[in-house]
C-alpha cells in the first residue's frame, strides 16, 4: 500500500498493511535525527524510515480574525522555549 492507500483505509475503517505512522519533532530533533541516519534532508530520512506523513488539505480559513495563539479550529496555543529553541503546545482544547 501507498503512505495515501494506508490512510484512507483506516480512516474509512478498513485494514491497512500496516500501522500509518506521522512524525512530530522539534527543529533540533529532526536535524539529530537527519544527521543519525546519514541523510540530507529530513524528508529523505523519513522515507528511509517508511513514516507516512499525511498531506494536510484544506479550505481557506475565512472565518472571524484569530489571536495570534489560536488555530482555526478553536485550539489556543502558547511558545514553550528550553535550552536549545522553541516549540508551539495546545494548552486549550475546545472539545477537552
Given at each position: ?59 481557506r ?29 495546545c ?6
Amino acid at each position: 500500500m501507498t503512505a495515501r492507500e494506508r490512510w484512507l483505509a483506516v480512516l474509512s475503517g478498513g485494514t491497512p498493511d500496516r500501522v500509518p505512522t506521522d512524525y512530530w519533532g522539534t527543529r533540533e530533533a529532526s536535524e539529530k535525527l537527519v544527521r543519525h541516519l546519514g541523510c540530507n534532508s529530513l524528508d529523505e530520512a523519513l522515507d528511509r524510515l517508511h513514516v507516512d506523513r499525511p498531506l494536510k488539505v484544506g479550505p481557506r480559513y475565512v472565518g472571524p480574525g484569530l489571536d495570534d495563539s489560536e488555530d482555526e479550529f478553536g485550539c489556543r496555543h502558547r511558545t514553550v522555549r528550553y535550552s536549545t529553541g522553541a516549540y508551539s503546545e495546545c494548552v486549550f482544547h475546545p472539545l477537552a
